[in-house]
């Protein structure tokens, strides 16, 4: 006969587990994606149980309360470890810098359901900088949980590069009445001016040699990723740009005084644009020196722009942006101009 065991004996008591510590993770914006424990290589590595308070969560509470944060990064460092918890459902300790590099990967993969993209980049180094910083900590002030930082070969991300505003008509006006009063440069910046107006790259005035100019238009060298494309582009290493009838005047006029001040002789290989200072008088003018040039001018502009508000009896109130725009000019913000000289 076999033995049928007592239920009230065999079976043991159950006993209720407080779940009131655990706080649930906010939803986030790429929380649809596939988290990192979905595979199935990673998911042997999932030992937490899901009927237990995540106690990776009660080590972040912890970080945040610990660590002097300003409220608005405090909420932002809040929002990138749920993020990242909800990625990945590995143990802390298990936590290495491959799986953190994938994390990485996957946010700047991953699109976002509300704008469709990937994060940008500047969100991105946000959640970098909150790992960092959350697991440098957990080394510190617990180590049998953080043995090795995982997040020190994580490298940010190259900021993306902001446009430049475009300069508005006041500015521009300002800009071209300051040229005439810039001494012994005047000829030059004024070229320089229409040159980067047309659209060439610092890089192209650089390179220009007399050479490059025909009397009617500069020719170029290809660009590089042109050259890889175009089958022809060995039979046709240069591309021309027709000047405008003013950049045109202005290149001539600066050559002309060139002729007439300079102890030089302009040969084809001759640069097109040149230094004027005193210790590199005659030399190709360097892409800094372009930089400074512009830069110069635009502060010179910025002063005269004053001077024209300070003396006006009906001040715009735009006339502050436009004298920041002089003061902090950039060879780009002209590059992009598009206008017709």
């Not at 049928?4 to 587990?17: G, N, Q, S, W």
């Not at 089958?231 to 005084?257: F, G, I, T």
Request: charged share 20%.
């Amino acid at each position: 006969m076999k033995y049928f065991p007592d239920p009230k004996v065999a079976v043991p008591p159950v006993e209720l587990i407080d779940l009131s510590a655990s706080k649930p993770l906010e939803p986030l914006e790429l929380s649809k994606a596939t988290p990192e424990s979905a595979t199935s290589e990673q998911s042997a590595t999932r030992d937490l149980d899901a009927n237990q308070p995540d106690q990776r969560w009660l080590m972040a509470e912890e970080f945040l309360q610990a660590t002097p944060l300003e409220s608005n990064s405090r909420r932002l460092y809040k929002r990138e470890l749920q993020r990242f918890f909800q990625w990945s459902d590995r143990p802390l300790a298990a936590m290495t810098p491959a799986l953190l590099a994938a994390y990485c990967t996957w946010l700047e993969t991953t699109p976002a359901p509300r704008t469709g993209k990937p994060l940008a980049r500047n969100s991105i180094n946000v959640a970098i900088t909150a790992l960092k910083r959350f697991f440098a900590w957990l080394g510190t002030t617990h180590p049998r949980h953080c043995a090795t930082n995982p997040t020190t070969e994580i490298k940010w991300l190259k900021a993306e590069a902001t446009p430049p505003s475009p300069l508005s008509t006041a500015a521009l006006a300002c800009l071209w009445g300051t040229l005439p009063s810039l001494g012994i440069t005047q000829y030059r910046d004024t070229l320089l001016v229409h040159l980067l107006c047309q659209g060439l790259r610092v890089s192209e005035i650089v390179a220009l040699n007399l050479a490059n100019w025909d009397g009617a238009q500069l020719w170029l060298p290809a660009p590089k990723n042109q050259l890889a494309k175009n089958q022809l582009a060995k039979n046709q290493p240069l591309r021309s740009m027709v000047l405008h009838q003013a950049s045109r005047v202005a290149l001539e006029h600066y050559l002309d005084w060139r002729r007439q001040h300079l102890p030089e002789s302009l040969q084809p290989d001759s640069p097109l644009v040149i230094s004027l200072h005193v210790a590199h008088s005659g030399k190709r003018l360097s892409y800094i020196g372009i930089y400074q040039a512009i830069e110069r001018l635009g502060q010179l502009a910025s002063q005269r722009y004053r001077t024209t508000v300070a003396s006006s009896a009906h001040p715009s109130p735009n006339d502050e942006q436009t004298q920041q725009q002089l003061a902090t000019l950039h060879p780009d913000q002209l590059r992009h101009m598009h206008r017709t000289l």
